[in-house]
């Protein structure tokens, strides 16, 4: 039995035309063909984006709204000297001198909170091994 069929055997009873029902399988296999080449599209594009976040050198990072990391890109180790399985789940501003800890927790969760995005903020961030470093932030929310 065709799909065509199928679908006529259902919606017969409820008055939908044959006519009508063919029409409506076409329009619904084109809807078909554009969310699979759509979907396909986006996949291609975000193998893109994850290439290009794990070949670049700098930090890459994710936060939640309460400023947990939840995603950051593995060259961390280059950077701050921990293992991206380690930074993940601990606050941003963990991993910041003491001293300005307090200021750019109060700039992450009012920007976060105002969806203000952020744009070239400088923060200090303490390596591993004790020494500082200092970044220029640019984020989204």
Request: aromatic share 14%.
């Amino acid at each position: 039995m065709s799909f065509t069929n199928v679908l006529t055997n259902i919606f017969f009873p409820f008055g939908i035309k044959r006519k009508e029902l063919l029409s409506n399988t076409k329009e619904l296999r084109t809807l078909f063909i554009r969310l699979k080449e759509t979907n396909e599209e986006l996949k291609r594009w975000k193998d893109r984006y994850q290439r290009l976040v794990e070949t670049t050198s700098d930090w890459s990072w994710e936060i939640d709204y309460s400023g947990k990391i939840v995603w950051t890109s593995k060259n961390i180790i280059n950077h701050l000297g921990y293992t991206h399985t380690e930074v993940i789940g601990q606050h941003l501003w963990d991993f910041e001198p003491k001293e300005c800890s307090h200021d750019c927790k109060k700039m992450f969760l009012g920007n976060m909170k105002n969806a203000i995005p952020i744009i070239s903020r400088k923060c200090r961030f303490q390596r591993q091994d004790g020494k500082i470093r200092i970044y220029n932030i640019f984020g989204g929310f």
